[in-house]
T-cell receptor, first 111, second 114 residues
Framework: QKEVEQNSGPLSVPEGAIASLNCTYS??????FFWYRQYSGKSPELIMS????GDKEDGRFTAQLNKASQYVSLLIRDSQPSDSATYLC???????????FGAGTTVTVRA | SAVISQKPSRDICQRGTSLTIQCQVD?????MFWYRQQPGQSLTLIAT?????????ESGFVIDKFPISRPNLTFSTLTVSNMSPEDSSIYLC???????????FGPGTRLLVL
């Protein structure tokens, strides 16, 4: 079983719609959860971090964490063509800062 | 967040040779890491670069193949030794501060080994 699994893509959504990305993790000791966005040919860019159960909103992005279910998600509201990228879920234990990444979900927003 | 630069940004190398990649940060950081991203794949942690001591390598990565230096809190190097085509990847450094678990990535070094 992979440490971090993301829903398989690619995910295609129309402009203005909600894109929903899912991620599950296997290590119950995980304490920190991150979503990175990676444009083609670029390095990962942090868009959200979440540490507590519940929702965290930042602009058009909402991260949701459920530690009991070992599940973290990212919602992108009012999707724009500029949101077209690969989204990487990353998970870390609290004591060593090492990130385990999922395989990524590629999102395409259709104009 | 810190500004991170990497040199070179890309390179094409012959098999059997070695390449040293530099990572420079514009402020002191406590944690520095090196990742590899193979074509079409996600990121895999190679090692944690420890200031003043030997790097801590992840399973599957060894010092002889990927020697790492970190002489101070703003600079680190990763060497890819005795390269083969399988080493063709993007190599990324990342930084974090103790107590702040968020990691930020440098722009990456795109390596092609022929």
């Amino acid at each position: 079983q992979k440490e971090v699994e993301q829903n398989s893509g690619p995910l295609s959504v129309p402009e203005g719609a909600i894109a929903s990305l899912n991620c599950t993790y296997s290590d119950r000791g995980s304490q920190s959860f991150f979503w990175y966005r990676q444009y083609s040919g670029k390095s990962p860019e942090l868009i959200m971090s979440i540490y507590s159960n519940g929702d965290k909103e930042d602009g058009r992005f909402t991260a949701q964490l459920n530690k009991a279910s070992q599940y973290v998600s990212l919602l992108i509201r009012d999707s724009q063509p500029s949101d077209s990228a690969t989204y990487l879920c990353a998970v870390a234990r609290s004591n060593d800062y090492k990130l385990s990444f999922g395989a990524g979900t590629t999102v395409t927003v259709r104009a | 967040s810190a500004v991170i630069s990497q040199k070179p940004s890309r390179d094409i190398c012959q098999r059997g040779t070695s390449l040293t990649i530099q990572c420079q940060v514009d402020s002191q950081v406590t944690m520095m890491f090196w990742y590899r991203q193979q074509p079409g794949q996600s990121l895999t942690l190679i090692a944690t670069a420890n200031q003043g001591s030997e790097a801590t390598y992840e399973s599957g990565f060894v010092i002889d193949k990927f020697p790492i230096s970190r002489p101070n809190l703003t600079f680190s190097t990763l060497t890819v030794s005795n390269m083969s085509p399988e080493d063709s990847s993007i190599y990324l450094c990342s930084v974090a501060q103790t107590g702040v678990e968020t990691q930020y990535f440098g722009p990456g070094t795109r390596l092609l080994v022929l």
